[in-house]
Every structure is written in structure tokens, then in C-alpha cells.
């Protein structure tokens, strides 16, 4: 059984709907003996900066954190992450995030032009060039931005889940091998992320054509998220993600490492 969750969220996060300590207790309860906080910083094109993320921001973070792994010492094992949106679009940004003690970042995408994909309403006819986009940025990430894991890879699939228009995998498979290789070269690695299932898609974020595509490549490095932004999610859906990883061949060995 998998026990590490590498991507939770608090309500340090924007969108988090529960603190640290009520997150740890969650984990512990669930038989996790090691998370990641990767609480969200968004990186905007054009110059422009997010009122919610600064400095200040970073330290009340680390402050949480600190609390927490000195209440939960010896019972869970707290890595410090972030979930870095769009790193390649704000170098600056994005360095000054890299100056914080981080021990893991987890690289997004979740904006287009600065419009967030959640915000998107998709139709059969806007799809394909959201896609598209999408992709797009999502291989200048994978070139020149700062993670150590890619997150949610097909991110898009599960806005066309919510939006109930189909998503066509195949048509994506060139530009995945692209990003793929640019992971594969910089020797970082991609995560499995499971928040799509009991919600909108019984996949994980990648599922088997990818993962067997990164593990064709010479992927090992992987990851498990839950995405949680509340206690009950941790950890949902790690039995289907383990299976997923083992079909594709990738060792179980190298996973969350
Ligand atoms: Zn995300
Ligand atoms: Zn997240």
C-alpha cells in the first residue's frame, strides 16, 4: 500500500479548506506515514503578480509547517512543497519561491493568459484550441520551468470530465512525448495524481497510455497526490494508482523516492 501523499493542500492555500494540523491528524489516521504540503503559488504572464502570493505568504507557510512537524515528530514524515503554477512564466517569481527551504516542487499549469482552467466553460467547439494551449504550456514548463515533479499532466482531462465533453488522448500523444522527454532529460519526474476519481472520472491524472508511454521513455521517477483540499480526501483512490503504476512496469521501488 502506498502511504505517501505528495500533494495536499491546506488552508494556508487559497483553496484549502482545512489547517495543517487537522490534515496531519487526517493522514495519520489513514495510515499515511509521510505527506507533502504543496499549498498552490501562481505565477501570472505579463508582469503581473497574485495579490494572495508574496513572501509573507511563504513564511506564515513555513511557520505551519514547522509547528506541525515538531508536534508530529516521530508519527508522520512532513515535506515541505509547493504547488508552483506556471514557473516558466515569471522567472523572477519563480527564483524567489526556490530561495525557500523547499524540499519538493510540484510544477502546474493551471492558467491560460492568466484565465484559470476552473474559470473555462468547454464545448465541443472551443476544446481542441484550449487543448491545445494548454499543452503548449504545459511543454514550456517541462523545458524551462522550475519542479521537480509535473503535476496532474492531462490537467485538461478532467475539465472536460466537468464540462462533459469528451477528451481525445491520442490526439495529445506527440506533444506528451515531447514534455515526457524534457522530464526524462532534466531527470525530474511526474506525479499520479487521483483527484479526478469520486468526483468527475474514475482515471488518474496521467493514466495507463501515459504512464506506460513515460516508463517507455525511461520515466522512473514518479509520485502520488491525492490533490486533497479537505481531510477526507488524503489518500483517495491510492489502490487504483498503485495498480495503474505496476501495470505500467514502472517499480514500485521507485516510486515516491
Ligand atoms: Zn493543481
Ligand atoms: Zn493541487
Redesign the pocket.
Known sequence: MITCDHHIHSSISPDGKASMEEMCEAAIGKGMKEVAFTDHYECYYGGIRGRYFDRDYLKRYFRELEKCRQKYDGRLVIRAGV?LGQSHLDNSEAEMVRGFPFDYILG?V?KLGNVDLAWIRLTDKNVQGIADTYYAEMERLSMYGIYDCL??LDYIKKHCARCGVPYEEERYFGIMEKILRNVICRGKGIEVNTACMGTVLEETMPDMPVLKLYRELGGKIVKTGS?AHTPERIGYGFEKAEERIKRSLILVSDLNE
Open positions: 504547488e502546474s493551471h503535476g496532474h490533490d
